[in-house]
């Protein structure tokens, strides 16, 4: 586990199995993609079954910076959302991830935003 996280923070996130990533390209066009992904305590990684075809990996290849939210809701009565929004930047890993051996981007977590998870 980083400083970022509390001890809270990363069960959580080791307990959700799908995560929203927030890209943009070059020139600033965004996109957000549902996407599965694993979480060591210090790096995210998203990868895919096609992943070099995706808009989310020809935009970190132009524009490093994400964010990816994690969230669910923990009851809808009453309503309790749960969330951690991460921003940070990327670089391309060769790893044996979730998807077995293959390509991941690393998401290096800079800041974060939680909502009740208190």
Known sequence: MTELF???EAQYIK???LARIGTASADGVPDVAAVGFDFDG??????GIHLTKTNKYKNVTKNPQVSLV??????????S??????FG???LVTRNGYLGEASYIRI???RKTTWGLD
């Open 70 to 79: 994690i969230d669910d809701l923990k009851s809808i009565e009453p309503w």
């Open 81 to 86: 959302p749960r969330m951690i929004k991460v």
């Open 42 to 47: 210090k790096y995210f990684y998203v990868g």
């Open 89 to 91: 930047t990327t670089d």
């Open 6 to 8: 509390s001890e809270k």
């Open 15 to 17: 307990s959700q199995r």
């Open 108 to 110: 290096n977590p800079r």
